[in-house]
């Protein structure tokens, strides 16, 4: 098995790799998988292009080469970024091919110059429409079109030319100081390379035309003075849109300026029709000011356009009559661009901060259209106007190809003229008058609801006032009821105290005598057990009344919780889950640790004979502060930083009345067992320490004591840590808390 692996790495290495690509058009022919594939590629061509500043569209930092061999042309990365060439170079080039963003491309590895003559002539001349479509792309080509226009921009001469209608962009390298020839509206053949431009998403929007030089431009018909011929009346000027809506050569116009756009565009009118004209003519006219313009006419939506204009003062002073727009059907065609008049009703009035124009809504027998009036300021006229005006407007008239829309470009605030105002009494104001009655009615009766609304909420705040007052009264009382239960209990468990010390002592004496009959030490034996029995609800009975002694240390209640763990898995048994919730940085408390651990096993004992088959008992300790109203029901603690215990169980819960009784010795729900002292030791240790407990519990859903003991210092809480994943086994199950009895 090893001869055989180390025989196929052996043939693998010593296979023969695949020969070179020899020619463009090998390479162009690659499916996008091959190319991706860099097969090797070897072959001879003449540079056509080089733009050593990279093109912003392309979106990268090495040099734009365009190579041709003959027969096809590929667009050439080089690997060094440093590379000089310059078109009409024949050089030698080894590289891999790659798929390029639209056609397959080679990636240059090493070029080398073989020498240099003049570029090529072109293999074929496509028209513009087949050029747009992308299938010529880094093709060394020879178009032909009319200059539509020109402009010199960052050491290129961009031009845009037009051939039946489609119009291609043309990007000519310039060196520096190089004379622009006045190419717009002369007919040209020229020579370049086909490109496809990418957006920064590396989608396609557009083919472009690179020159090397201006030499390959060849002009076949120059240019003339735009404003030597004759002008043209604007009506006959669809006869001269032959290839798809747009002219060839230039058309030259005249007369008068009827519109201002503010960015150069206008509108133009003579006694025969009208036309926009478009582009960025070098000068602003004036409204009324007799102009002539040369550019190239087109039809857009029904409406005349001169593009790339060229203008100036000129031509025959002319009085324009506005055209009077019909009531029925005011939205024709006919009226585009002209100068028109209007009587219509004011519906609204809009101002756009966007755009800086007045936007007036009009309606006109049922007809509804737009009235625009350019300008940063509000007019006086305007700022008078109300809904339902009769105005007459004056504008140039923007519609729709469909027929149907209509807009009216005014001029200046003296185009609106008012020919009625509204009158004050209509329906509108009825109505509004109405309406600020009934709003009166409404704020007279709301004052009504608010007056009895607030009556009542005082009263519900009078009554809550005194039902807490009692509430108070009744915790004062049982507190008062447990401290006198808790001195005559201590008083008791004194006195009682002592007397079991004698009995015990003396028990023990006599069962020290060795010739003691059998009964009687059995019977002094059960003497001193009975006697210890008791001797431990004394010491309830003290710990209650709060007359033993307390050995306070500061601690961390943390670390009790934790050393009692295995003790309390141990008293919840098998069938109950015990869970700790631990704060990560508990402050410090100073108590009694014994009598501590005392109180957790207390309550946690009550919690398991609250859960009797099974449930879940959860110890929780955390920083809190108590403020002044949270410890209504905590007697002995003052306002401040705590620490808090809570043991929560899942058992039976307890209903009020037995809440109420729960600390009292004595007291206790389970018949057959228990003395009634759990829970009042409990209390009792917790006053003695200076802490306070509260109990919330509900019948079938369980209960919690919380403990609170004041804390030695004071710090911000932190977040609490959830330790019953990775704990101890004694720390993840068994065991629950406060139960229905004690």
Not at 178 to 197: F, K, N, Q, R
Not at 302 to 319: F, I, K, N, T
Not at 381 to 403: E, H, M, Q
């Amino acid at each position: 098995m090893l001869v055989l692996s180390l025989n196929f790495g052996v043939a693998a290495a010593l296979a023969p790799s695949p020969a070179p690509l020899r020619s463009a058009g090998q390479v162009r022919a690659l499916s996008a998988t091959q190319a991706n594939a860099q097969l090797p590629v070897s072959l001879r061509a003449t540079v056509v292009y080089f733009e050593a500043s990279p093109h912003p569209d392309r979106g990268t930092a090495k040099p734009q080469i365009y190579i041709w061999d003959g027969s096809n042309g590929l667009y050439v990365v080089p690997k060094d970024g440093a590379l000089r060439l310059r078109p009409g170079m024949r050089v030698a080039i080894k590289g891999v091919s790659g798929a390029g963003d639209f056609t397959p491309i080679l990636y240059a590895e090493h070029v080398s110059v073989l020498g240099r003559g003049p570029l090529p002539e072109a293999a074929r001349s496509a028209p513009l429409s087949q050029v747009q479509t992308g299938d010529l792309d880094a093709q060394w080509i020879r178009v032909n079109g009319l200059v539509r226009s020109e402009q010199v921009r960052d050491g290129f001469l961009l031009l845009r030319i037009e051939q039946d209608g489609a119009v291609l962009p043309v990007r000519v390298l310039l060196q520096r100081d190089a004379a622009v020839p006045a190419l717009v509206d002369s007919e040209v053949s020229m020579t370049g390379v086909c490109a496809t431009l990418f957006d920064r998403d590396r989608r396609q929007h557009g083919e472009e035309l690179y020159l090397a030089s201006p030499s390959q431009i060849r002009v076949t018909v120059a240019p003339s003075d735009p404003f030597s011929g004759p002008a043209i009346p604007i009506a006959a000027l669809p006869r001269f849109l032959p290839h798809g809506g747009s002219s060839g050569h230039r058309v030259l116009v005249q007369g008068v300026v009827t519109s201002q756009a503010g960015d150069g565009r206008f509108t133009l009118q003579d006694r025969t029709g009208a036309v926009f004209v478009a582009g960025n003519p070098r000068r602003v006219f004036q409204i009324g000011a007799p102009v002539e313009v040369a550019g190239f006419a087109r039809l857009l939506d029904s409406s005349l356009v001169l593009r790339d204009p060229e203008a100036r003062p000129g031509g025959p002073q002319l009085a324009i009559t506005p055209l009077q727009l019909p009531r029925h059907e005011p939205a024709e065609a006919r009226f585009n661009n002209r100068l028109v008049r209007a009587t219509a009703r004011l519906v609204s009035v809009e101002s756009s901060h966007a755009d800086q124009q007045q936007y007036l809504h009009m309606e006109l027998d049922g007809y509804y259209f737009e009235a625009l009036l350019p300008g940063a300021r509000t007019p006086s006229v305007v700022k008078s106007l109300r809904p339902g005006s009769i105005l007459r407007l004056t504008g140039v008239y923007w519609g729709g190809a469909d027929g149907r829309s209509l807009r009216l470009l005014l001029r200046r605030g003296s185009d609106i003229v008012v020919v009625r105002r509204p009158s004050w009494w209509n329906l509108r104001h009825v109505f509004w008058l109405l309406g600020v009655l009934c709003a009166a009615g409404l704020l007279v009766l709301a004052w009504v609801w608010l007056l009895r609304e607030q009556l009542a909420r005082q009263e519900r705040l009078l009554r809550a006032q005194m039902r807490e007052h009692h509430e108070l009264e009744r915790r004062i009382q049982q507190t008062h009821r447990l401290e006198a239960v808790g001195r005559l209990a201590g008083g008791v468990a004194h006195d009682f105290n002592n007397l079991l010390t004698v009995i015990i002592g003396r028990a023990e004496v006599l069962a020290e005598e060795h010739n003691l009959p059998a009964p009687w030490a059995e019977g002094l034996r059960e003497i001193i057990a009975a006697g210890e029995r008791a001797a431990v609800l004394t010491k309830k009975l003290l710990a209650y009344g709060r007359c033993q002694m307390l050995q306070e240390v500061e601690l961390d209640l943390n670390q009790v919780v934790r050393e009692t763990g295995p003790l309390l898995r141990s008293l919840l048994g098998e069938d109950r889950q015990l869970v700790f919730a631990l704060s990560t940085d508990l402050l410090p408390v100073l108590a009694d640790p014994t009598q501590l651990e005392q109180v957790i096993m207390n309550l946690v004992v009550n919690a398991r004979d609250a859960m009797p088959d099974s449930g879940t008992l959860t110890i929780t300790t955390r920083n809190v502060w108590l403020a002044a109203a949270e410890i209504a029901d905590l007697p002995g603690l003052h306002p401040g930083q705590h620490v808090c215990v809570s043991v929560s169980d899942t058992g039976s819960g307890m209903p009020p009345e037995i809440q109420s009784r729960i600390f009292e010795p004595f007291f206790t729900t389970k018949e057959d067992k228990g003395t009634g002292l759990g829970l009042a030791t409990v209390y009792g240790i917790i006053s003695q320490s200076g802490g306070g407990i509260r109990v919330r519990s509900e019948v079938g859903k369980g209960s919690t004591f919380s403990i609170f003991f004041p804390a030695s210092a004071n710090y911000p809480a932190s977040s609490i840590a959830m330790l019953s994943d990775g704990a101890p086994d004694y720390l993840n199950s068994g065991g629950a808390d406060g139960g229905a009895g004690s």
